[in-house]
């Protein structure tokens, strides 16, 4: 079983839809989760970091965390064309003195 | 403006030649970090460094080799017992917090191709 997982899609929603990314992990006492979104050919950018259960908003994107489930997903609401890049789901690693652990990320293409 | 310069942007190794990436940061961060990515591949960690003058292998750290001499500079060497250096190289810093591990930033990272 793999550390992080995520589908690799590609996931495809329509304009003014709302996209969900999912992500399991494997480490039971991991404590930060951070979602990345990557453009074709660029650098992974920060968009969210949740360290509690439940949900956490910011404009479209809203993280949920559910530790009991090993589970953390985020959601885009109102989809744009330029929300269509490849999504990281990274996780802290407590038994690997906390180092990242990242996903293969989820391929999100909005279609217009 | 803070943040994480990468450069080169492209670069192009020889065989049997040792190549130098180089990351410099000015956000006053503690941790500094190397990936690598490999095309519709998640992100594999290479080295990191928690403190000026001490860094520890990641997953992937045959073949590289790196310093940190100074708390803004975190230079990767590929060398070449690197056998497939064919990839995209990230550098990542992050302060380092006693209580819950801070996000990571990333540089625009640097490609590195065998000519």
């Known amino acids: 079983q793999k550390e992080v997982e995520q589908n690799s899609g590609p996931l495809s929603v329509p304009e003014g839809a709302i996209a969900s990314l999912n992500c399991t992990y494997s480490d039971r006492g991991s404590q930060s989760f951070f979602w990345y979104r990557q453009y074709s050919g660029k650098s992974p950018e920060l968009i969210m970091s949740?360290?509690?259960?439940g949900d956490k908003e910011d404009g479209r994107f809203t993280a949920q965390l559910n530790k009991a489930s090993q589970y953390v997903s985020l959601l885009i609401r109102d989809s744009q064309p330029s929300d269509s890049a490849t999504y990281l789901c990274?996780?802290?690693?407590?038994?690997?003195?906390?180092?990242?652990?990242f996903g293969q990320g989820t391929e999100l293409s909005v279609k217009p | 403006d803070g943040g994480i310069t990468q450069s080169p942007k492209y670069l192009f190794r020889k065989e049997g030649q040792n190549v130098t990436l180089s990351c410099e940061q000015n956000?006053?961060?503690?941790?500094m970090y190397w990936y690598r990515q490999d095309p519709g591949q998640g992100l594999r960690l290479i080295y990191y460094s928690q403190i000026v003058n001490d860094f520890q292998k990641g997953d992937i750290a045959e073949g590289y080799s790196v310093s940190r001499e100074k708390k803004e500079s975190f230079p990767l060497t590929v060398t070449s017992a690197q056998k497939n250096p064919t990839a995209f190289y990230l550098c990542?810093?992050?302060?380092?917090?006693?209580?819950?591990?801070?996000?990571?930033?990333f540089g625009d990272g640097t490609r590195l191709s065998i000519l």
């Open positions: 949740i360290y509690s259960n």
């Open positions: 990274a996780v802290n690693s407590y038994n690997q003195g906390g180092k990242l652990i």
């Open positions: 956000l006053n961060h503690d941790a």
């Open positions: 990542a810093s992050s302060n380092v917090a006693v209580r819950e591990n801070q996000p990571q930033h």
